[in-house]
T-cell receptor
Framework: GENVEQHPSTLSVQEGDSAVIKCTYS??????FPWYKQELGKGPQLIID?????GEKKDQRIAVTLNKTAKHFSLHITETQPEDSAVYFC???????????????FGQGTILTVHP | KAGVTQTPRYLIKTRGQQVTLSCSPI?????VSWYQQTPGQGLQFLFE???????NKGNFPGRFSGRQFSNSRSEMNVSTLELGDSALYLC?????????????FGPGTRLLVL
């Protein structure tokens, strides 16, 4: 089955710096890659996603890049703020019918701390 | 639009008991997926329901089961609880028409098995 590796497990940055989190996946049939942010006591919240027909997507301070050949994708947060502090998860889905419905395979998470 | 709601938010049970958790999806969403989140194993997919039918299932023992009602609300049941079942149980809803749809998560039910 699909396996998603996420690095680093913890990331500490100063306010205003950039943060980069990287994920690799094993299933070459995966073609949907969302990123979630989870704050303490809350469920994961989607912050950005990318589908395999594009290589990069940006939404204000957040961007995601995808390299299907190398089977890796990355989350980039620029101008970090203390409220960006949370656990970030990458995920992958095959995006086809049958055994793909509803199933996201998650990375292990990255604890991001932004120091004021 | 109201988000995904889960009840109860917290639950304490003892080994051998069973538990039922409830999830109400976003209005108009017909797909509900369930995940287990633990510090050691992370977020793991349990199963997905659409139009009252289980479409997909993860690698969990048969003690974990679920169902979906005609109004898309879903329940999951864990029988014969074990200490290792202590976890945050999350449900997520999506429209359900396609596999690459955005999933919206609820706040979760935190289950503690003593």
């Amino acid at each position: 089955g699909e396996n998603v590796e996420q690095h680093p497990s913890t990331l500490s940055v100063q306010e205003g710096d950039s943060a980069v989190i990287k994920c690799t996946y094993s299933d070459s049939a995966s073609n949907y890659f969302p990123w979630y942010k989870q704050e303490l006591g809350k469920g994961p919240q989607l912050i950005i996603d990318i589908r395999s027909n594009v290589g990069e997507k940006k939404d204000q301070r957040i961007a995601v890049t995808l390299n299907k050949t190398a089977k890796h994708f990355s989350l980039h947060i620029t101008e970090t703020q203390p409220e960006d502090s949370a656990v970030y998860f990458c995920a992958a889905s095959r995006g086809e019918g049958g055994t793909s419905y509803g199933k996201l395979t998650f990375g292990q998470g990255t604890i991001l701390t932004v120091h004021p | 639009k109201a988000g995904v709601t889960q009840t109860p938010r917290y639950l304490i049970k003892t080994r051998g008991q069973q538990v039922t958790l409830s999830c109400s999806p976003i209005s108009g969403h017909r797909s509900v997926s369930w995940y287990q989140q633990t510090p050691g194993q992370g977020l793991q997919f349990l199963f997905e329901y659409f139009s009252e039918t289980q479409r997909n299932k993860g690698n969990f023992p048969g003690r974990f089961s679920g169902r979906q009602f005609s109004n898309s609300r879903s329940e999951m049941n864990v029988s014969t609880l074990e200490l290792g079942d202590s976890a945050l149980y999350l449900c997520a809803s999506s429209l359900g028409g396609q596999v690459r749809e955005t999933q919206y998560f609820g706040p979760g039910t935190r289950l503690l098995v003593l």
